[in-house]
């Protein structure tokens, strides 16, 4: 188990191995998927290393992060909420899923979240393509901007790829589209249309396209 308070050097560099190796972090040295979702306000990024969180939290003076990967054994885990500690964010933790129909409890603990935290925010997950894209979408929606717009933060130019798996989540928000034109407020149509299982059912992906990202890529 790691342990984000760090004991010794030991724990330290054992975390940095497995984030880099085995979390495969060290892609994440160079590339960090960072974007602006609502500037001054919110910023999506793939799962930061120290030293990147640190220099975001300076220049973009962050408050708060969301962890949409949840609380993991892993190096990555263990390096950010020590740094975030650290740093004096606020570090919460929001599992969503990238290859299944967003759940509604999920979507409505993060409606009541996003209205209590403290701005500048971070979010990410993995690699920043797909669930940060999801949650991103979705912040867009509570702050009443249209679904066009949110619909884009789900693009290839962040690694997303609609025709694998992951395109579950594009057809989450198509479903809203088609259904309602967009005139009808997000929340209220997730709570009294919505349907997972339908939802779920009904999603196709192409193989080639899923290959890629969960064996090449290793989405989570």
Known sequence: MFDSSFPNRRNYHIAWLNSLFVDHAIFRLLWSNFQTVIPGKVYRSNHPTPTRLLNLTKKYHLKTIINL?????????ALSRHISHKLNLKHYDLPFESRGAPHIDRILNLANIYKTIEFPLLIHCKSGADRAGLVSALILLFENYDIHSAMR???????????????????FFTQYLQQTHGKVKFLYWLQSQYNEKQLKDSFKSKKISSFITDNILHRE
């Open 69 to 77: 990967r949840g609380k993991r054994n892993c190096g990555s885990d």
């Open 153 to 171: 933060q789900l693009s290839w130019k962040y690694g997303h790829f609609k025709y694998s798996r992951t395109g579950i989540l594009d057809a």
